[in-house]
Structure formats: structure tokens, C-alpha cells
């Protein structure tokens, strides 16, 4: 008989009279005995029947299943996450010194439904930022009844940075039409861009900001855009949909691009998104800088079709972006 570790050989027991033998070795229904409870010198895994292992696997699936369907609609979704970047662009004009970097705070996405505990810690981190700049790109409602809260959100973000503002699908999509979205903004010193550009000043930098309109809603116009920009340091280029990077209708030479609407994936376990919305192109969130633009890729606040979360928290972007 061949012996694995853990058995060991004992003599034979004496039968007495009418006694049956039990033929299974005591050494093999210890070891099956042990597999049942996890212990050391286990029987090898084919011991374990067929179909006792497949409910065994069935129950751990269903628990990993159950556990990230409760994640994604309660944890994640609820999970603000903030994230900092250092940027810089090389000098534009000779003899400059640096000066303090200018911080650009993104807000993307947030398809207000309430101002809950999310919103709260939204607002909170964005006094915490003491942010030069604030971009709104895009998506903020998404729905007419939300008017009223996007309202009330900008009147509690802080008063002091310069505000700017694009549109994106679903402020087109909302029912609420556009000139009440830029009301809305402007009510609250936030510049609407769409299709235009500005000047912000930064000690002795000028940083010019331009929108472009929505790519699915609405008509990007990158001629009209830069039309009468005046010089600047550096330039900053607000778009909603990522895939408006790859359009030559669409080009603009920016130092920088920001962006939204893709949500991450929304639903994107172990970061792989199976499903991004149209719009989206090649890009998920995060760096992009392998185009003549560096662009980030916020993965924006809020949720839009399902309410769930998974492997894509909420994401406020910091930047502090050392101007040329």
C-alpha cells in the first residue's frame, strides 16, 4: 500500500464472531474525516465529492456576489475620493520666476438627486482645497426638479476661486433648457463656456480657459472657441466627452485638457469597464498623454442610470498646475 504523509500503519483488528469488517481504512476515513474540517493531514481535494465541492464553490460565489452588489449600491458609490496631481507647463516667456502653483479644483458629473452625506463631504473638501479655480464640467443635473438643489449646491461652494462652467449631455438632456442652466451658474460667478474663452490671472500669469460645447448634445465649436483669445502663459481646455481629444474639427493646442462623463466605467470591478457611455472613445479616467493634450479623465461624482459603484469611487481632482 502506498503510504502519503500523515498515515500511519496499525495491526489489524481481531474480529469476534458475527463482527463485520469495515473495509475502508481508518487511516482514509480520518483523512476525509479531517477534509471535512480543514484540519492538517487532510485527504487529498478528490475525496470531497463532486457535488459537495460545487455547493461549497456555488456559496463562496454567491457570498462574493452578494458582498460587491452591497458595495457597489452602499459603500462605494458613497466613497469620495480626492485626488492630487502636480502639473507644469515649460516658461513662456523668458526671465520668469516660478511663483506659487495655481490649483485647479474639477467637479464632474454630479447628477445632484439631494445634497446628502456625498454632497456634504464635496462641499466640505472644496473649502478645504482653497482651490485658485473651480471647473464644472458638465452633467450637474439631470433632470428639471434638480434646478433647485444645483442652485442651492453653488450658493455653499466657496465664494473666493474663479468658477468656470461647460455643459454637458445631460444638460441638454434634463428638460431644463440651457439658458437656465447658465443662469444658474452665473447667478453664482461662474463663467459659462460654451464654445468661448477667458482670461484668469495668477499673480503675474495669465491662464486663458476655454469651454467647448457638449459633444453629444450640444455643437462643439473649437473655431469660434479661440476666435478672439487674447495671449496668455498657459491655456486650460474644458471638454465633457473625452473622445472630443481625437476630433480634428475638435483641436485645439491647449497645455491641458480636463474631462468627465465617462464615470470611470461607473461599474468597473478590478478597474476593468465593460460598458462606457457614447462619447467616452478610447478613454476610462485618468492620464491621458499620449496626444498632443495631456488630459485627465475625472471619474465625476454621481451615478447616472443605476444607482451603483463598483471599482469607480466618486473622485474630486485637485491639480496644481505650475504655469508657464
Same mark, same amino acid.
Request: aromatic share 6%; proline share 9%.
Given at each position: 500500500?502506498?503510504?502519503?504523509?500523515?498515515?500511519?500503519?496499525?495491526?489489524?483488528?481481531?474480529?469476534?464472531?458475527?463482527?463485520? /469488517?469495515?473495509?475502508?481504512?481508518?487511516?482514509?476515513?480520518?483523512?476525509?474525516?479531517?477534509?471535512?474540517?480543514?484540519?492538517?493531514? #487532510?485527504?487529498?481535494?478528490?475525496?470531497?465529492?463532486?457535488?459537495?465541492?460545487?455547493?461549497?464553490?456555488?456559496? +463562496?460565489?454567491?457570498? #462574493?456576489? =452578494?458582498?460587491?452588489?452591497?458595495?457597489?449600491?452602499?459603500?462605494?458609490?458613497?466613497?469620495?475620493?480626492?485626488?492630487?496631481?502636480?502639473?507644469?507647463?515649460?516658461?513662456?516667456?523668458?526671465?520668469? !520666476?516660478?511663483?506659487?502653483?495655481?490649483?485647479?479644483?474639477? !467637479? =464632474?458629473?454630479?447628477?445632484?438627486?439631494?445634497?446628502?452625506?456625498?454632497?456634504?463631504?464635496?462641499?466640505?473638501?472644496?473649502?478645504?482645497?482653497?482651490?485658485?479655480?473651480?471647473?464644472?464640467?458638465?452633467?450637474?443635473?439631470?433632470?428639471?426638479?434638480?434646478?433647485?438643489?444645483?442652485?442651492?449646491?453653488?450658493?455653499?461652494?466657496?465664494?473666493?476661486?474663479?468658477?468656470?462652467?461647460?455643459?454637458?449631455?445631460?444638460?441638454?438632456?434634463?428638460?431644463?433648457?440651457?439658458?437656465?442652466?447658465?443662469?444658474?451658474?452665473?447667478?453664482?460667478?461662474?463663467?459659462?463656456?460654451?464654445?468661448?474663452?477667458?482670461?484668469?490671472?495668477?499673480?503675474? /500669469?495669465?491662464?486663458?480657459?476655454?469651454?467647448?460645447?457638449?459633444? /453629444?448634445?450640444?455643437?462643439?465649436?473649437?473655431?469660434?472657441?479661440?476666435?478672439?483669445?487674447?495671449?496668455?502663459?498657459?491655456?486650460?481646455?474644458?471638454?465633457?466627452?473625452?473622445?472630443?481629444?481625437?476630433?480634428?474639427?475638435?483641436?485645439?493646442?491647449?497645455?491641458?485638457?480636463?474631462?468627465?462623463?465617462?464615470?470611470?466605467?461607473? +461599474?468597473?470591478?478590478?478597474?476593468?469597464?465593460?460598458?462606457?457611455?457614447?462619447? =467616452?472613445? /478610447?478613454? +476610462?479616467?485618468?492620464?491621458?498623454?499620449?496626444?498632443?493634450?495631456?488630459?485627465?479623465?475625472?471619474?465625476?461624482?454621481?451615478?447616472?442610470?443605476?444607482?451603483?459603484?463598483?471599482?469607480?469611487?466618486?473622485?474630486?481632482?485637485?491639480?496644481?498646475? =505650475?504655469?508657464?
Amino acid at each position: 500500500m502506498t503510504k502519503y504523509p500523515g498515515w500511519h500503519t496499525r495491526p489489524a483488528p481481531t474480529l469476534t464472531a458475527g463482527a463485520v /469488517r469495515d473495509e475502508t481504512p481508518r487511516s482514509d476515513a480520518a483523512a476525509a474525516r479531517a477534509a471535512d474540517r480543514g484540519l492538517p493531514g #487532510a485527504a487529498p481535494l478528490r475525496l470531497l465529492s463532486r457535488r459537495r465541492w460545487l455547493r461549497r464553490a456555488a456559496l +463562496v460565489g454567491g457570498l #462574493a456576489g =452578494s458582498g460587491m452588489a452591497i458595495d457597489g449600491a452602499f459603500v462605494t458609490p458613497y466613497r469620495l475620493v480626492e485626488s492630487r496631481h502636480a502639473f507644469a507647463t515649460p516658461r513662456s516667456r523668458p526671465g520668469l !520666476v516660478p511663483e506659487v502653483p495655481l490649483r485647479i479644483a474639477q !467637479v =464632474s458629473d454630479l447628477h445632484l438627486e439631494a445634497i446628502g452625506p456625498l454632497e456634504r463631504r464635496l462641499l466640505e473638501r472644496l473649502h478645504e482645497a482653497r482651490a485658485d479655480v473651480i471647473a464644472f464640467t458638465g452633467d450637474m443635473i439631470d433632470r428639471r426638479g434638480s434646478l433647485e438643489l444645483l442652485d442651492t449646491f453653488l450658493g455653499e461652494c466657496p465664494a473666493r476661486p474663479q468658477r468656470v462652467a461647460i455643459p454637458g449631455n445631460w444638460e441638454y438632456w434634463s428638460g431644463v433648457p440651457l439658458e437656465e442652466h447658465r443662469r444658474v451658474h452665473e447667478d453664482h460667478g461662474a463663467e459659462w463656456l460654451v464654445n468661448r474663452s477667458i482670461l484668469v490671472s495668477h499673480g503675474t /500669469r495669465q491662464l486663458r480657459v476655454t469651454g467647448l460645447d457638449d459633444l /453629444r448634445g450640444g455643437r462643439p465649436d473649437a473655431t469660434a472657441a479661440v476666435a478672439d483669445a487674447a495671449p496668455a502663459d498657459a491655456h486650460l481646455l474644458l471638454l465633457h466627452c473625452p473622445a472630443l481629444r481625437d476630433l480634428p474639427s475638435a483641436a485645439i493646442p491647449a497645455d491641458l485638457a480636463l474631462a468627465g462623463h465617462t464615470h470611470g466605467g461607473q +461599474v468597473a470591478p478590478l478597474g476593468w469597464a465593460p460598458v462606457l457611455p457614447a462619447g =467616452s472613445g /478610447r478613454y +476610462v479616467a485618468g492620464w491621458y498623454r499620449d496626444g498632443a493634450v495631456p488630459m485627465y479623465v475625472s471619474r465625476g461624482i454621481g451615478t447616472s442610470g443605476l444607482p451603483f459603484r463598483i471599482g469607480s469611487p466618486p473622485e474630486l481632482v485637485i491639480i496644481d498646475w =505650475s504655469l508657464g
